[in-house]
Protein backbone atom coordinates (compact mmCIF):
# COMPACT_ATOMS: atom_id res chain seq x y z
CA UNK A 1 0.00 0.00 0.00
CA UNK A 2 1.19 3.53 -1.06
CA UNK A 3 -0.53 6.23 1.32
CA UNK A 4 0.30 9.52 0.42
CA UNK A 5 0.27 12.80 2.48
CA UNK A 6 -1.49 14.49 -0.01
CA UNK A 7 -0.80 18.36 1.63
CA UNK A 8 2.95 17.83 1.28
CA UNK A 9 3.29 16.15 -2.45
CA UNK A 10 0.86 19.26 -3.24
CA UNK A 11 3.39 22.08 -1.27
CA UNK A 12 6.52 20.24 -3.02
CA UNK A 13 4.94 20.81 -6.31
CA UNK A 14 4.24 24.31 -5.57
CA UNK A 15 7.47 24.59 -4.68
CA UNK A 16 9.11 22.99 -7.52
CA UNK A 17 6.85 24.44 -10.42
CA UNK A 18 6.72 28.03 -11.42
CA UNK A 19 3.17 30.08 -11.54
CA UNK A 20 1.41 30.69 -14.65
CA UNK A 21 0.27 27.37 -16.10
CA UNK A 22 -2.96 27.84 -17.06
CA UNK A 23 -5.74 25.96 -18.76
CA UNK A 24 -9.03 27.25 -19.64
CA UNK A 25 -8.74 29.95 -17.36
CA UNK A 26 -7.70 28.04 -14.22
CA UNK A 27 -4.10 27.34 -12.79
CA UNK A 28 -3.04 23.81 -13.12
CA UNK A 29 1.03 23.23 -12.56
CA UNK A 30 -0.07 21.93 -8.98
CA UNK A 31 -2.21 19.25 -10.42
CA UNK A 32 0.49 19.10 -13.37
CA UNK A 33 2.91 17.94 -10.60
CA UNK A 34 1.17 15.77 -8.29
CA UNK A 35 -0.18 14.12 -11.09
CA UNK A 36 3.69 13.75 -12.33
CA UNK A 37 5.02 12.63 -8.79
CA UNK A 38 2.17 10.61 -8.29
CA UNK A 39 3.24 7.94 -11.16
CA UNK A 40 6.22 8.53 -10.49
CA UNK A 41 6.17 7.05 -7.45
CA UNK A 42 3.21 4.39 -8.23
CA UNK A 43 5.99 2.80 -10.83
CA UNK A 44 8.71 2.86 -8.80
CA UNK A 45 7.11 0.86 -5.55
CA UNK A 46 4.44 -0.99 -7.46
CA UNK A 47 1.80 -1.10 -5.26
CA UNK A 48 -1.89 -3.01 -5.16
CA UNK A 49 -3.53 -0.58 -3.38
CA UNK A 50 -2.96 3.49 -3.00
CA UNK A 51 -4.76 5.78 -0.43
CA UNK A 52 -4.57 9.66 -0.39
CA UNK A 53 -4.66 11.50 2.88
CA UNK A 54 -5.50 14.94 3.67
CA UNK A 55 -5.63 17.81 6.37
CA UNK A 56 -8.94 19.08 7.50
CA UNK A 57 -8.85 22.63 7.86
CA UNK A 58 -10.72 22.62 11.13
CA UNK A 59 -8.01 21.31 14.09
CA UNK A 60 -9.19 19.51 17.46
CA UNK A 61 -5.49 19.93 18.79
CA UNK A 62 -6.00 23.68 18.25
CA UNK A 63 -9.14 23.79 20.42
CA UNK A 64 -6.94 22.30 23.48
CA UNK A 65 -4.02 24.11 22.65
CA UNK A 66 -4.71 27.67 20.36
CA UNK A 67 -0.82 28.38 19.65
CA UNK A 68 -0.57 24.88 17.78
CA UNK A 69 1.06 25.56 14.53
CA UNK A 70 0.14 29.49 15.33
CA UNK A 71 3.94 30.04 13.80
CA UNK A 72 2.31 29.01 10.39
CA UNK A 73 -0.70 31.49 10.32
CA UNK A 74 1.10 34.93 9.53
CA UNK A 75 -0.08 38.19 8.19
CA UNK A 76 0.19 38.00 4.68
CA UNK A 77 -0.17 41.10 1.77
CA UNK A 78 -2.85 41.42 -0.17
CA UNK A 79 -0.76 39.89 -3.27
CA UNK A 80 0.80 36.69 -0.94
CA UNK A 81 -3.43 35.77 0.07
CA UNK A 82 -4.41 35.93 -3.54
CA UNK A 83 -1.53 33.77 -4.22
CA UNK A 84 -1.86 31.52 -1.67
CA UNK A 85 -5.67 31.16 -2.34
CA UNK A 86 -4.71 29.89 -5.87
CA UNK A 87 -2.27 27.45 -4.70
CA UNK A 88 -5.15 26.23 -2.35
CA UNK A 89 -8.07 26.22 -5.63
CA UNK A 90 -5.49 23.45 -6.77
CA UNK A 91 -5.48 21.54 -3.71
CA UNK A 92 -8.92 21.66 -3.85
CA UNK A 93 -9.13 20.50 -7.21
CA UNK A 94 -6.93 17.22 -6.86
CA UNK A 95 -8.37 16.43 -3.75
CA UNK A 96 -12.05 17.02 -4.38
CA UNK A 97 -11.87 16.39 -8.49
CA UNK A 98 -9.02 15.28 -10.06
CA UNK A 99 -7.72 12.10 -8.19
CA UNK A 100 -11.69 10.72 -7.54
CA UNK A 101 -11.68 11.05 -12.08
CA UNK A 102 -9.32 9.11 -11.96
CA UNK A 103 -10.89 5.90 -10.30
CA UNK A 104 -9.22 6.18 -6.85
CA UNK A 105 -11.83 5.66 -4.30
CA UNK A 106 -9.57 6.14 -1.26
CA UNK A 107 -9.32 10.04 -0.96
CA UNK A 108 -10.04 10.68 2.98
CA UNK A 109 -10.40 14.39 4.93
CA UNK A 110 -11.73 14.08 8.79
CA UNK A 111 -12.84 17.15 9.62
CA UNK A 112 -10.85 18.46 12.62
CA UNK A 113 -7.71 15.32 11.88
CA UNK A 114 -4.45 16.02 10.41
CA UNK A 115 -3.66 14.14 7.09
CA UNK A 116 -1.02 12.11 9.84
CA UNK A 117 -3.70 11.14 11.97
CA UNK A 118 -5.53 9.17 9.34
CA UNK A 119 -2.17 7.76 7.89
CA UNK A 120 -1.56 6.47 11.68
CA UNK A 121 -5.21 4.51 12.00
CA UNK A 122 -4.22 2.93 8.38
CA UNK A 123 -0.83 1.66 9.23
CA UNK A 124 -1.67 0.46 12.21
CA UNK A 125 -5.29 -0.86 11.10
CA UNK A 126 -4.42 -2.32 7.48
CA UNK A 127 -1.03 -3.99 8.29
CA UNK A 128 0.07 -6.40 5.37
CA UNK A 129 3.24 -8.63 5.32
CA UNK A 130 3.03 -9.68 1.76
CA UNK A 131 3.29 -5.95 0.88
CA UNK A 132 4.85 -3.02 2.94
CA UNK A 133 2.94 -0.05 3.69
CA UNK A 134 4.98 3.21 2.46
CA UNK A 135 3.87 6.63 3.18
CA UNK A 136 5.23 9.59 0.97
CA UNK A 137 5.75 12.07 3.90
CA UNK A 138 8.88 13.81 4.78
CA UNK A 139 6.99 14.82 8.30
CA UNK A 140 9.21 13.38 11.17
CA UNK A 141 6.18 13.10 13.13
CA UNK A 142 5.26 9.74 11.13
CA UNK A 143 8.67 8.60 12.59
CA UNK A 144 6.69 7.14 15.53
CA UNK A 145 4.65 4.90 13.01
CA UNK A 146 8.04 2.91 12.02
CA UNK A 147 6.84 0.08 13.18
CA UNK A 148 3.97 -0.33 10.65
CA UNK A 149 5.53 1.46 7.78
CA UNK A 150 8.50 2.70 5.62
CA UNK A 151 8.74 6.87 4.87
CA UNK A 152 9.36 8.04 1.95
CA UNK A 153 10.51 11.82 1.11
CA UNK A 154 10.00 12.81 -2.75
CA UNK A 155 12.31 15.64 -2.54
CA UNK A 156 15.29 13.39 -1.10
CA UNK A 157 14.08 10.39 -3.06
CA UNK A 158 15.47 8.58 0.37
CA UNK A 159 13.29 5.96 2.33
CA UNK A 160 13.51 5.84 6.14
CA UNK A 161 12.76 2.64 7.88
CA UNK A 162 12.53 1.04 10.96
CA UNK A 163 15.84 -0.15 11.22
CA UNK A 164 17.56 3.64 9.76
CA UNK A 165 15.72 5.31 12.21
CA UNK A 166 17.07 3.38 15.48
CA UNK A 167 20.87 3.82 14.02
CA UNK A 168 20.12 7.18 13.92
CA UNK A 169 18.36 8.49 16.89
CA UNK A 170 19.07 4.65 19.28
CA UNK A 171 15.94 4.28 20.47
CA UNK A 172 12.42 2.48 18.76
CA UNK A 173 10.20 3.98 17.03
CA UNK A 174 6.93 3.94 19.52
CA UNK A 175 9.44 6.20 21.67
CA UNK A 176 9.12 9.34 19.36
CA UNK A 177 6.67 10.90 20.68
CA UNK A 178 7.49 10.78 23.78
CA UNK A 179 10.76 12.49 22.42
CA UNK A 180 9.14 15.24 20.57
CA UNK A 181 6.83 15.84 23.68
CA UNK A 182 10.11 16.38 25.78
CA UNK A 183 12.16 18.64 23.34
CA UNK A 184 8.97 20.20 21.44
CA UNK A 185 8.42 20.41 18.11
CA UNK A 186 9.34 23.80 16.21
CA UNK A 187 7.53 23.19 12.68
CA UNK A 188 4.05 23.05 15.26
CA UNK A 189 4.91 25.34 17.38
CA UNK A 190 4.69 22.95 20.29
CA UNK A 191 7.33 24.07 22.84
CA UNK A 192 9.02 21.86 24.55
CA UNK A 193 11.61 21.67 27.38
CA UNK A 194 13.79 24.69 27.33
CA UNK A 195 17.18 23.91 26.28
CA UNK A 196 16.12 19.99 25.98
CA UNK A 197 17.05 18.94 22.09
CA UNK A 198 15.60 15.80 20.72
CA UNK A 199 18.81 13.31 21.28
CA UNK A 200 18.98 14.24 25.05
CA UNK A 201 15.58 13.84 25.37
CA UNK A 202 15.94 10.72 23.90
CA UNK A 203 19.02 9.70 26.15
CA UNK A 204 16.96 10.54 28.89
CA UNK A 205 14.17 8.25 28.23
CA UNK A 206 16.71 5.58 27.25
CA UNK A 207 17.94 6.13 31.45
CA UNK A 208 21.29 7.41 29.63
CA UNK A 209 20.95 10.82 30.95
CA UNK A 210 23.54 11.51 34.00
CA UNK A 211 21.78 13.70 36.87
CA UNK A 212 22.11 17.29 36.38
CA UNK A 213 20.13 20.65 35.54
CA UNK A 214 19.16 19.41 32.10
CA UNK A 215 17.39 16.02 34.01
CA UNK A 216 16.24 18.10 36.86
CA UNK A 217 14.44 20.07 34.31
CA UNK A 218 12.95 17.37 32.61
CA UNK A 219 11.63 16.19 36.29
CA UNK A 220 10.31 19.18 36.88
CA UNK A 221 8.29 19.56 33.23
CA UNK A 222 6.49 16.29 33.60
CA UNK A 223 2.80 18.50 33.16
CA UNK A 224 3.93 20.26 30.41
CA UNK A 225 4.90 16.81 28.69
CA UNK A 226 1.96 14.73 29.21
CA UNK A 227 0.27 18.17 28.06
CA UNK A 228 2.47 17.80 24.94
CA UNK A 229 2.05 14.04 24.47
CA UNK A 230 -1.61 14.51 23.90
CA UNK A 231 -0.95 16.70 21.03
CA UNK A 232 2.03 15.23 19.69
CA UNK A 233 0.95 11.39 19.63
CA UNK A 234 -0.24 9.50 16.82
CA UNK A 235 -3.38 9.34 16.03
CA UNK A 236 -5.12 12.01 17.92
CA UNK A 237 -7.29 10.57 20.15
CA UNK A 238 -10.87 9.22 18.71
CA UNK A 239 -9.17 10.05 15.09
CA UNK A 240 -11.83 7.38 13.15
CA UNK A 241 -10.41 4.31 10.85
CA UNK A 242 -11.06 5.00 7.00
CA UNK A 243 -12.62 2.02 5.79
CA UNK A 244 -10.26 1.44 2.47
CA UNK A 245 -12.17 0.52 -0.73
CA UNK A 246 -11.83 -1.30 -4.05
CA UNK A 247 -10.80 0.99 -6.76
CA UNK A 248 -11.82 1.50 -10.40
CA UNK A 249 -9.10 2.80 -12.38
CA UNK A 250 -9.23 2.10 -16.35
CA UNK A 251 -6.46 4.30 -19.06
CA UNK A 252 -9.83 5.83 -20.73
CA UNK A 253 -10.68 7.88 -17.30
CA UNK A 254 -6.85 8.81 -17.38
CA UNK A 255 -7.26 10.24 -21.09
CA UNK A 256 -10.04 12.02 -20.23
CA UNK A 257 -8.87 14.05 -16.79
CA UNK A 258 -5.54 14.82 -18.62
CA UNK A 259 -7.50 16.19 -22.03
CA UNK A 260 -9.67 17.99 -18.74
CA UNK A 261 -6.31 20.02 -17.84
CA UNK A 262 -4.88 20.57 -20.56
CA UNK A 263 -1.79 17.86 -19.95
CA UNK A 264 -1.44 16.45 -23.63
CA UNK A 265 2.60 15.75 -22.52
CA UNK A 266 0.66 12.41 -20.35
CA UNK A 267 -0.73 11.09 -23.64
CA UNK A 268 2.27 9.96 -25.18
CA UNK A 269 2.20 6.76 -25.68
CA UNK A 270 5.40 5.51 -23.54
CA UNK A 271 3.28 7.30 -20.53
CA UNK A 272 0.18 5.99 -21.46
CA UNK A 273 1.94 2.65 -21.30
CA UNK A 274 3.21 3.10 -17.85
CA UNK A 275 0.16 4.12 -16.39
CA UNK A 276 -1.56 1.10 -17.92
CA UNK A 277 1.14 -1.35 -16.38
CA UNK A 278 0.32 0.63 -12.81
CA UNK A 279 -3.46 0.28 -12.57
CA UNK A 280 -2.61 -3.41 -13.49
CA UNK A 281 -1.56 -3.96 -10.19
CA UNK A 282 -3.89 -1.57 -8.41
CA UNK A 283 -7.52 -3.35 -6.99
Known amino acids: MIIFDSNYVCWVCSFALSEGMLYRGGRTEIIYGFFRQMISVLENFSPTQVVFSWDSKISKRREIYPEYK ?38 FEVEGYEADD ?27 LLDFCSIYAITKKQTTDKEIF ?6 EPAKWSEVKAIAGCGTDNVKGVSGIGEKTAAKYLLGQMKPGKKYKKILDSKQLIKENLRLVKLPFENTPTPKVKQNHLDISKFVSVCKEYGFESFLDKKTLSRWEAIISRIH
Not at 124 to 142: G, H, R
Open 118 to 144: IIAKLVQNYPNEQEPTIVISSDEDLYQ
Open 166 to 171: KRHYGI
Open 70 to 107: ANRRKELTEEAAMSRKLIYLQFEEIKNNAIRELGFSNC
